[in-house]
């Protein structure tokens, strides 16, 4: 372990000790505070957007660490919150009382421990910090691209940075800062929360198809101004027909082989839900959501 891994650890440990532990279970934690150490940080945004959404949590001075490592304990805390887990199962390796302990139960239940040495004080590399990723996100995207690391699917689906230039692009064993964390957790609750928005535009349209005499008709969501909602006809000769938030359609089912529905959000273009219609006069739908082994931009 070098200098700079032994001053994290024990900085980590100290934190720890002294009720740090970045745990909303933890009535020592301040949700909000002046931002002291990391005003200037690049990570500052983050940092703030996670504390709101309490994520993220400072210290009782209203500090954050954000050059120190993070560990395993205070990342699997957040992942927990964001996902806003509730059940739990057995986490034998920490006693009662462990600070991280219902972090550690509630991350089991939903089996994010998978193959995961329980270690809370554990300083995490990008390779354990991107595991820890898909395995909490696995039923929300599906499976990572197997032909990469953890890493470097995260890195190729944008939620992690790569490493500084002149070194390997995928590099794993580079340590991952609690600004950096910051970051890489704010695209996992946007993700979660446009995921959610997505759905409910995707059943308020489908409960107001209706196929009648012929036709099939609906209206695409009005929807808000982050997200941009379509529904596009493919005819049988090929043909597309498109409506967009608000527009009523009335559309002949027998010149129609298919339909998409999309929610994209305009912020950054990513896919908050997407469904395929292929079987009329039935209506049923399939969900086609972008997932992580998909590049960003294909379907």
Do not use: C
């Amino acid at each position: 372990m070098n200098k700079h891994a032994i001053i994290s650890y024990l900085l980590a440990s100290v934190l720890a000790v002294a009720g740090f532990t970045g745990v909303a279970d933890s009535p020592t934690v301040q949700a909000k505070a002046s931002a002291k150490d990391y005003a200037s940080h690049k990570a500052k945004a983050a940092i703030d957007f996670g504390v709101q959404k309490k994520y993220l949590w400072l210290d009782n001075k209203g500090n954050f660490y954000p050059n120190s490592q993070i560990t395993q304990g205070q990342f699997i805390a957040s992942l927990v919150a964001i996902r806003g887990l509730k059940e739990v199962a057995p986490v034998p390796q920490l006693l009662d009382g462990h600070w991280a302990k219902m972090s550690y139960e509630k991350a089991q239940k939903a089996g994010i421990l998978a193959g995961v040495k329980v270690e809370p004080n554990r300083l995490l590399t990008k390779e354990d910090t991107a595991a820890l990723v898909y395995a909490a996100w696995k039923p929300i995207r599906g499976e990572k691209n197997p032909n990469l690391t953890n890493t470097g699917a995260l890195i190729t689906w944008g939620w992690m940075k790569p490493a500084p230039s002149g070194q390997p692009k995928f590099r794993e064993d580079l340590p991952v800062t609690r600004g950096e964390a910051a970051e890489i957790l704010r695209y996992l609750w946007k993700d979660k929360w446009q995921l959610e928005q997505g759905a409910k535009f995707a059943d308020e349209f489908h409960k107001s198809l209706k196929v009648v005499n012929g036709k099939i008709s609906g209206k695409v969501p009005k929807g808000d101004s982050d997200f941009m909602i379509t529904a596009t006809f493919v005819t049988k000769q090929n043909e597309r027909e498109g409506f967009i938030n608000n527009q009523s359609f009335n559309v002949p089912i027998n010149s129609v082989s298919s339909m998409v529905f999309f929610v994209t959000n305009k912020h950054d273009s990513t896919d908050a839900g997407s469904f395929r219609y292929s079987k009329f006069p039935e209506l049923e739908r399939t969900s086609i959501s972008q997932k992580f082994h998909t590049p960003r931009g294909v379907k």
